[in-house]
């Protein structure tokens, strides 16, 4: 049986930054219904370390942790899938249809950045997160989050200006 404090501390944890690492969970993968999973995962993992994540210096950072740690595993996982159907022949690799009324959005471009770039965009520029606490979060040093995120943000700009011009919100005089 848990102490009702506990409990509270918990509960109130949870009201407060269930949303945050949701959001979180989806700009890394980009996938609404996985990122409902992996915070309610990563609530679960809270909940059992509580006072480990409670007695830390950040506790929202040690969750932040955890689900980023649990979308890098999800997107491993999506991608041996992806290859397994692949090899049986089930997708088609090429996409000779392309969709030339879809735009290009955040998003989007965000799935084209490498898995670790993609981490400390969305966490520096998404949740405004300070790099030294991206690095705790992602177990790398500050210097790596500076790279990683002007690096991220530079691609991000170049995929993002590969829009026409006309769509997704920009005007035909920008």
Not at 73 to 90: A, D, S
Request: glycine share 6%; with cysteine.
């Amino acid at each position: 049986m848990t102490d009702p404090d506990t409990e509270r501390a918990f509960r109130r944890f949870f009201d407060q930054h269930h949303a945050d690492l949701s959001r979180l969970a989806y700009l890394v993968t980009g996938e609404a219904g996985a990122a409902d999973d992996l915070a309610a995962d990563a609530f679960v993992e809270v909940w059992k370390h509580w006072e480990r994540v409670e007695a830390a210096d950040n506790p929202l950072a040690y969750a932040r942790g955890i689900v980023a740690n649990l979308a890098r595993q999800w997107i491993k996982r999506q991608t041996r899938e992806r290859h397994g159907l692949l090899r049986l022949g089930m997708l088609r690799r090429d996409r000779s249809d392309p969709d030339t009324a879809a735009v290009l959005d955040v998003r989007e471009a965000l799935s084209r950045l490498p898995m670790r770039r993609r981490e400390c965009v969305v966490l520096r520029y998404a949740f405004d997160v300070p790099e030294r606490e991206v690095a705790e979060i992602l177990g790398i040093s500050v210097g790596a989050v500076k790279s990683q995120t002007s690096r991220g943000a530079a691609q991000l700009s170049v995929f993002l200006k590969e829009l026409p011009v006309g769509i997704g919100g920009r005007s035909a005089g920008a």
